[in-house]
C-alpha cells in the first residue's frame, strides 16, 4: 500500500479536533494534533448546551485546521483522504464538523469516511502503542458513554456487548459532583478528594451485579441506583445535622464504580478469551479507575492498553487514527451525502 495521510475531523461534543495521521506498511503514525475546546463557555450552565457547541466549532473550525497543517508542515493539497466522526454525540455540534469535511473533500476531490466516534475512542490507542492484536476488549468510559467493544478488527468488525442502561460513568461522577456542591464537571473534583478518603468507609451498591443480572446484563452497567445511594444517605446525614465527610463519600462512591466497571470488563475478557483491555474516553483518566484495571488486569494475566489523558479526552487523532485503520484496510468511502447520527449504533464503525 502506498503512504497516505489522513486527515481526522471532531466535533461531537465541546471539543474541536483536527489532526494528521500518515498510514504506512509499518502502521499509523501522528503528525499532529490540535483541539480547541468550548469547556469554559458551558461550565456555568452545569452541562454542555449544543447550541453554543455549535457556533464554537463553525469559528474554531478553520482555525484549527490552519494549526495542524502548519504544525504538520503540511499542505492541505497533500491530505488524501478525509475522516469525520459521524455520531454519535450532538446533531448540532456533529452537522458542523460533517459539513466541513464534506467542502474538504469535494474541494481536494479525496475520498469522505464517516466514522463512529465511539470506537476512535479505542482506536486512538494503535497511534500511542502499535496496532491492535488479532482481537481486543475495548471499554469506553466518558461524560456521555459506558461500552463495552469486541473489537475483532477495529475497521470492520466490532461487537457491542453492553452499555450504561442510565448514566455514563462521568455523568454519574459529575451528578454527585453537583450533589456534593462541586464545580463542574465534578469528575476530576470526586476523583482528587477521593484519593484522600476510605473507599471502604460506606459500602455504596455495584449496580447490575446481582446473581439475577447475570443473565441479561453480564455486560451492561448501572450507575443511577448508585447515585441515588449516595444521595440518600448524605441526605440523611444532613438531615441528622452532621458533617459530610466529603472525602469518605468521594472515595467509596468512586471505589464502586470503578469496582463494577473492572469486574465486568474483566470477567467479560475471560468469557470471551481475550487477553489485551483497552480503556478509552475522558472517564479513562479517572485513578481509582486506572488503578483498580491495573491490578486486576495483572491479576489476570490481561495486557492493560490506556493512551495518555490527551487523547483520551475527544480530539481529533482518534478520528484520524480510525480513519487511517479503515484506509488501510480497503474500506469503501462514505457517500457525500452521508448523514450524522446522534445515536451511532456502536457495531457501526462507518457510515
Ligand atoms: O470524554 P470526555 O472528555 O467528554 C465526553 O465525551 O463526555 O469525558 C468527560 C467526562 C466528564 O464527565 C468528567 O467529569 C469525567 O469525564 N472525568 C473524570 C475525570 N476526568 C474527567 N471523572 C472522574 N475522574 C477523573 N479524573
Ligand atoms: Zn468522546
Redesign the pocket.
Known amino acids: 500500500m502506498a503512504d497516505a495521510l489522513v486527515l481526522g475531523i471532531e466535533t461531537?461534543?465541546d471539543?474541536t479536533g483536527v489532526a494528521l495521521v500518515r498510514v504506512t506498511d509499518e502502521g499509523s503514525e501522528l503528525l499532529t494534533d490540535v483541539v480547541a475546546s468550548s469547556m469554559d463557555e458551558h461550565a456555568r450552565f452545569g452541562g454542555i448546551i449544543p447550541e453554543i457547541a455549535s457556533r464554537a466549532h463553525l469559528e474554531a473550525m478553520v482555525p484549527t485546521l490552519t494549526r495542524a497543517l502548519e504544525q504538520a508542515d503540511v499542505d492541505l493539497s497533500q491530505v488524501d483522504a478525509v475522516a469525520v466522526t459521524a455520531g454519535p454525540g450532538l446533531v448540532g455540534p456533529l452537522t458542523v464538523g460533517a459539513a466541513a469535511a464534506k467542502a474538504l473533500a469535494v474541494g481536494l476531490d479525496r475520498p469522505l469516511y464517516g466514522v463512529n466516534h465511539v470506537i476512535g475512542?479505542a482506536a486512538v490507542d494503535e497511534l500511542v502503542h502499535g496496532a491492535f492484536p488479532e482481537r481486543v476488549m475495548a471499554l469506553v468510559v466518558?461524560?456521555?458513554?459506558s461500552s463495552l467493544l469486541l473489537v475483532d478488527d477495529v475497521a470492520t468488525d466490532v461487537t457491542e456487548l453492553g452499555h450504561t442502561l442510565d448514566d455514563?460513568?462521568?455523568?454519574a461522577?459529575?451528578k454527585v459532583?453537583r450533589l456534593l456542591g462541586l464545580p463542574y464537571?465534578?469528575?476530576?473534583h470526586?476523583?482528587r478528594l477521593a484519593r484522600e478518603g476510605d473507599p471502604t468507609a460506606i459500602r455504596f451498591p455495584r449496580g447490575l451485579t446481582a446473581a439475577k443480572d447475570q443473565a441479561r446484563h453480564a455486560d451492561d452497567f448501572s450507575f443511577s441506583g448508585l447515585k441515588t445511594a449516595v444521595a440518600r444517605w448524605v441526605e440523611a446525614r444532613q438531615d441528622a445535622g452532621q458533617e459530610i465527610p466529603l472525602n469518605d463519600v468521594a472515595a467509596s462512591f468512586?471505589a464502586a464504580v470503578a469496582d463494577v466497571l473492572t469486574a465486568k470488563t474483566i470477567a467479560a475478557c475471560r468469557r470471551h478469551d481475550v487477553d489485551t483491555l483497552v480503556i478509552g474516553?475522558?472517564?479513562s483518566?479517572?485513578?481509582q479507575l486506572r488503578e483498580l484495571a491495573a491490578e486486576r488486569c495483572a491479576e489476570a494475566g490481561i495486557t492493560l492498553r490506556i493512551p495518555p489523558i490527551r487523547y483520551?479526552?475527544?480530539n481529533g487523532a482518534m478520528i484520524a487514527a480510525l480513519g487511517a485503520a479503515v484506509v488501510r484496510r480497503g474500506v469503501a468511502p462514505s457517500s457525500l451525502d452521508l448523514p450524522v447520527d446522534s445515536s451511532m449504533p456502536l457495531t457501526q464503525v462507518t457510515v
Do not use: K
Request: glycine fraction near 26%; include cysteine; proline fraction near 6%.
Open positions: 461531537s461534543c471539543e475512542h466518558s461524560g456521555g458513554h455514563a460513568a462521568g455523568e461522577f459529575d459532583g464537571p465534578g469528575g476530576p470526586i476523583d468512586a474516553g475522558g472517564f483518566a479517572n485513578s483520551c479526552t475527544d
